[in-house]
Every structure is written in structure tokens, then in C-alpha cells.
């Protein structure tokens, strides 16, 4: 048994698909197959069922699976001790980050991240909320961005700041008139909605206290997007609720007004999380220090940018 047989094994248990996990692993199938095949010899159990349609975990599979990861994870995590012995902040960090905050704050904190720390690499994915936090406790990620609290025993949690929420209004809407807009008026509105699967679109439900069930009758619209979603208040087909974040990209759409939103649940929290077993904090910290240094005017501040680099000193 070796290495590099238990990452076939993770990889496969992870995509259920030969051809997904030979291109992941960057093997080819035959070889990923045989390899498989090899370490269930080894070990004496079958480790999947393999039938035309589809991979499937056996009972003994499913049961050796999480030794094997950690397995998988402890060894990454001495090639990135040894690194860090020399430095720290050297080597690569993997960042997975939201759709809805990773456009309107990332462009501006990767540049000044290499020019601060050039010995760092970053990787970067862009996801739903629950695909990173299931490629973050895979080990396929270090650290994801996202606007939601996802607390687990293996996760650390790091909050970075507060979004407001601001209503985006089409700009001939009269509700123009308040320079603020009271949270019980949303609860009336034509709301427009991120599609399922953005915690955004969660957020906006709860913060307006309505449900999906309670938007019958308003334009069907599931945007992927939240560039399409303002396009469709722009030409007058509801309204929504957009991150302070994001501010300067919608109103640079045009056709749209922004006002402020009073009352609970008015913003969402954007979150730093990575696994308690990382082995290279002082990195994630760098990147807190940076996010923390370049948050655009209107987001709430919940660290300290000069208590962020002294972490990063002491480790």
C-alpha cells in the first residue's frame, strides 16, 4: 500500500465516476483502475462496487474511507510543515470563495496579496457555499470566503466583516422618495431572487420575513447571477436586496437606485473558515490582514487589520 493508492482510493470515493477521478487525479483510467484494484488486493475487501451506471462505495469501503483521507491529509500536511519551517507564507494557499462576494472584493486583495507576500501561490475556485465547505473538509481547498456561519468541530471561523443589505429599486420606482427603506415594506414587494443554492437568496428571504411560497405571482426568476438579477429590476421586473459589497458594480449597470435597509437581518456576515488541522495558519492570516486592509467603504470591520499581522509575526 502506498500513497499515492490512497489518493486514487479518496478521489474515486469522492467523484463515484472513473473517468472524473483518473482526470482529477491526472492519471489515466486504466491506470487509476488498476491501481484500485491493486490496493483492494492488498488490503483483502472490495472497496466499490462497480456496475455500468455507476461507482459505488461497499460497506467496507465506506468504513476504511475516512482513514484513508486522513491519511491522505496528514501526509499533505507534513510536506506543507516542512515548507513552513522555512517559511510560512511560501507555497501555495487554495481559496474557494462565494459567487456574490468573490467578484466585487477578491480582483483588488489577490494584487496587493502577491505584491505583500510573493512567495505565496494562490489557487482560487469559485462556488456555492456548500460545494467548497465539502471541498474544504476533502482537503481539495484550504480556506473558503463565503457570507454564511457554518460552524463544525473541524472548522475554524474567522469573521471579517458585516455587508449590509441595500434594495435595489428600478430607477423610476417611487419608493425613490425615502432616503431609507424600512424593513417591513419589503414584506410587500415584487421580490426577485438569486436561484436556489445562494445563500443570498436565503438571506434576502429572511431578511424581507417572506418565504419562496410567498412570491406566487411575481416574474419567475431564478438568476444565477447577481449582474442578471439587477438587470431584471433595471427593467422594472421587481426588486432585491444586493450586498453593500457589490455596490459600485450595480450602480455602474445603471437603471438601478440603491437605499438603505433598516432593521434585523439587514446584512449578512462574511466568514473566513478553514480546518483546525490546516498546518499553515500564519497564511490564512496573511490573506485576513489583507482582506481586512482593502474591505470598500460601508462594510462593518470585525478584525483588526494590525491584530491580523501580528498573528502572523508570532507563528
Known sequence: MNLRDLKYFVT???????????????????????????????IGVTLFERTPRAVLLTTQGAVLLPLARR??????????????????????????VIPTVGPYLLPAVLGDLKRRFPQMQVALLEDL????????????????????????????????????????????HPMLRQEQIRQEQLEELPLLLLDE?????????????????????????????????????????????????????????????LRPVSGTNSSRRITLVWRKSFPRPAAIEAFASVILSRLPAGLRPLGDVHGAEAAILQA
Open 129 to 172: 457555499t456548500q460545494h467548497l465547505l465539502q471541498r474544504l473538509d476533502r482537503n481539495e481547498i484550504d480556506c473558503v470566503l463565503i457570507a454564511t456561519s457554518e460552524a463544525a468541530e473541524n472548522r475554524v471561523m474567522r469573521p471579517i466583516a458585516d455587508d449590509p443589505f441595500l434594495l435595489a429599486l428600478p430607477s423610476d
Open 71 to 96: 491519511a491522505v491529509e496528514q501526509a499533505d500536511a507534513m510536506v506543507q510543515l516542512a515548507r513552513s519551517g522555512r517559511d510560512p507564507l511560501a507555497g501555495d494557499l487554495r481559496i474557494g
Open 197 to 257: 443554492g445562494h445563500c443570498l437568496a436565503d438571506q434576502t428571504l429572511s431578511a424581507c420575513h417572506r418565504r419562496r411560497n410567498d412570491l406566487l405571482g411575481v416574474a419567475d426568476v431564478r438568476a444565477a447571477s447577481l449582474d442578471t438579477l439587477v438587470q431584471l429590476v433595471a427593467a422594472g421586473l421587481g426588486v432585491t436586496l444586493v450586498p453593500t459589497l457589490a455596490q459600485r458594480s450595480v450602480l455602474a449597470a445603471g437603471g438601478i437606485v
Open 12 to 42: 474515486l470515493a469522492d467523484e463515484r465516476h472513473f473517468g472524473r477521478a483518473a482526470e482529477r487525479a491526472y492519471c489515466s483510467q486504466p491506470t487509476l483502475s488498476g491501481q484500485i484494484r491493486k490496493l483492494e488486493r492488498e
